[in-house]
């Protein structure tokens, strides 16, 4: 799918109703390449998961920054965690992480510290 740079009217693509094939555990997996391949994709995955770059809370004036980015050899799990900042400076409280598999971008957990 290539990006042409025109804009799409969602409205005109939405469907909303019963989906008609529900036998979603027959279903295989068929992308062959891990879909969380580096650090960087990581991140920008874990971002649309936690809805950061849409969504900073505007209410309490800050944005979310990456902190830690963890790779669990052994699982092929990453672990994004980020912290809330404002005027570029971090705020003291809570962290955000989220697990992600690698292979299919499945979360695994979300929690705050």
């Known amino acids: 799918m290539e990006n042409t740079g025109e804009s799409v009217d969602i409205d005109a693509i939405y469907i909303e109703g019963k989906y008609p094939d529900k036998n979603w555990n027959l279903v295989e997996f068929l992308i062959e390449k891990d879909c969380i391949p580096d650090k960087e994709t990581a991140i920008k995955v874990a971002e649309i998961y936690l809805l950061i770059e849409k969504r900073s809370d505007e209410s309490l004036n800050h944005s979310f920054i990456p902190t830690e980015v963890f790779y669990d050899i052994e699982e092929m799990v990453w672990i994004v965690s980020f912290s809330p900042y404002q005027n570029g400076k971090p705020i003291p409280g809570n ?19």
């Open 95 to 113: 962290s955000y992480s989220i697990a992600l598999r690698k292979k299919n971008a499945e979360v695994l957990k979300m929690w705050v510290d």
